[in-house]
DNA sequence: CTAAATGCAAACCATTTGCAACGGA
DNA sequence: TCCGTTGCAAATGGTTTGCATTTAG
């Protein structure tokens, strides 16, 4: 958390811009999320705690964030961008069902590795990744022979 | 291109719709198409041939050819959803250079067998997936090198 | 004949931008 | 004070929808 705050500042400071309450009360927010969220959800949590914050400033504040490297985005099928923690917190890639949307998260190191061979193959230099499988996920299956009989 | 042609034509029987000429010459130029194609640029070539037809035709059969399999549809960071090929073209991965932009290919079988394996795991039925490392290219890390100096 | 398809224009909707008031540094 | 910031409202832009007309089956 302290972490987090002290890099976000610090971008702050190096690309000239001020540090303000909503800017702080973003991160805060953003810093408790677990997982994937919009904007939108963003917003309601921090509207919750304080009620002059904005819209416009989420999406700028999410914007700030993910220069500096603490947030990362996606844009989803749905049209919502979401985002998700992009420093200090273990990657993972995402199993996302085509049925109910629900997401599982799971991580390989034999994925990861191959990844970074891949990469340096093509002299490419990799800063992050993306790996979406997509299917149905059990609970949909068991659902689905259900109405079939 | 016949065997695709046959696809759509049983898809839409199937669904009780139509085959006319717009869809069908929609069909052909997607299936011309290299690599990702948004809606506009498969718009744009088939305007060239039959002017006639309207960009709503261009979404409502490409969201058609998605439906059937021929077409694979994945969202992009600059706001346009593109379309590939998912038919009879072997699956390949995109590095994506967030500098200029530009993509290329790769397929690896062991990151390929390496998700089925974490799908079973899971009990999940995969369909498809999307694989994206970020980064910058060669060509890229190079003029930042010219620049910088 | 009849229900589906088409193309235009208008609607949608997540996100971005213009702007006047505000507030860090 | 000086410029960046804020929140509102309006704009943007890719995509979808309503509707009157056309067309496949």
Partial sequence: ???EKEIFFEHLKKEGFKKTGQREKILEV??????????EDIYSLVRAEDPTVGFTTVYRT???LTECGLARQ???ADGYTRYEHGYNHQH???L???KCGSLIEFFSEVIERKQDEIARKFKFQP???????FGICHQCQIQHQA???
């Avoid at 953003?30 to 904007?39: D, I, K, P």
Wanted: aromatic share 6%; proline share 0%.
């Fill in 127 to 133: 800063t992050h990744h993306s790996l979406r499988i």
């Fill in 96 to 98: 996302v069902c085509i």
């Fill in 74 to 76: 996606e844009k989803f």
């Fill in 30 to 39: 953003f810093l408790r999320t677990e997982g994937h969220s919009s904007a």
């Fill in 1 to 3: 958390m302290e972490q």
């Fill in 62 to 64: 999410l914007k700030l």
């Fill in 92 to 94: 993972h890639d995402h």
């Fill in 147 to 149: 109405v079939a009989s």
